[in-house]
């Protein structure tokens, strides 16, 4: 098998924002700073569609037409809310000694599902996947083909849900109450991408795998994330423990702007870098 390297390799985003140039600027700023070849095949000053539409329905053929150029793997990430703290080329080695056999998410941070917060999908999720294997789909890695088959059965389980068919395995195993409850907040929950995967998780699929060691990916929380001193010995448990991750995410850093952004020029553009391993 290949492996990922720059040639075979998308580094990418997607962006709907009024103001996709003020809203991309600090993801963009650390993509240029470590030389990674971020591109937005989708990007625009609407926001008239749904996270599914955007992130899945809409990059399906973008995502074959790059396989028939040659490309074999992607790495996403949410276009408001992540940030690089790692090269290109040490991103894809971590990636490459993970190895997962299907698409590497990251880790949610708060283990709650998002956006259909229900009990039994906790129960199940940890059945499969143990402690802290809640899916966020705020970045994620793999192969494209594997991408494109989980978002295929990632539109169909949304789908069904739609037009109010719970026969698909994903959504029949749940009891009354959770249908019931899944059905009224309908609306909403079709909007989501992370849904149909966290729903693909209740099943134990082999698409799913997640980076619970933060080797790669890391999503923290509203306090500031070590960085330059994450080598040292950090309890796990810890809010700001990132681990080796190179790539983070926090849904945090859109609603508090101002403060990350001076976070991410203090503390990663101004800053080098010792911790990168030498290739």
């Known amino acids: 098998m290949t492996k990922a390297i720059l040639d075979n390799t998308i580094f990418y985003s997607v962006a ?128 494209i083909n594997k991408v494109l088959e989980l978002f295929r059965q990632g539109i169909e389980i949304s789908r069904c849900l739609e037009r109010d068919d719970f026969s698909h395995p994903a959504l029949s195993h749940f009891d009354n109450a959770s249908l019931e409850a899944m059905r009224k907040d309908r609306g909403r929950i079709c909007l989501s991408d992370q849904f149909p995967i966290q729903m693909l998780q209740c099943l134990g699929s082999e698409l799913v795998h997640v980076d619970k060691n933060k080797s790669l990916l890391a999503i923290f929380d509203l306090c500031y994330p070590f960085v330059h001193h994450r080598q040292e010995e950090r309890a796990f448990g810890d809010c700001r423990y990132i681990g080796e991750a190179a790539i983070l995410h926090s849904p945090w850093m859109s609603k508090n702007v101002v403060a990350w952004r001076a976070w991410i020029e203090e503390c990663i553009l101004e800053t080098p870098h010792p911790f990168a391993p030498n290739l």
């Open 16 to 143: 709907e924002y009024r103001n996709p140039n003020e809203i991309t600027k600090p993801l963009r700023r650390t993509a240029d700073h470590f030389g990674i070849p971020l591109i937005f095949p989708i990007y625009s000053g609407e926001r008239n569609r749904s996270h599914i539409d955007v992130k899945m329905s809409q990059m399906i053929p973008i995502l074959e037409q790059w396989l028939r150029v040659g490309k074999e793997y992607c790495i996403f990430v949410d276009a408001r809310d992540a940030v690089f703290v790692d090269t290109a080329e040490n991103i894809l080695h971590t990636y490459n000694a993970i190895a997962p056999t299907g698409v590497l998410f990251n880790a949610d941070k708060l283990g709650i599902p998002y956006p259909f917060k229900n009990s039994e999908v906790v129960s199940k999720i940890q059945q499969n996947y143990g402690i802290a294997g809640v899916v966020n789909s705020g970045a994620f890695a793999g192969r």
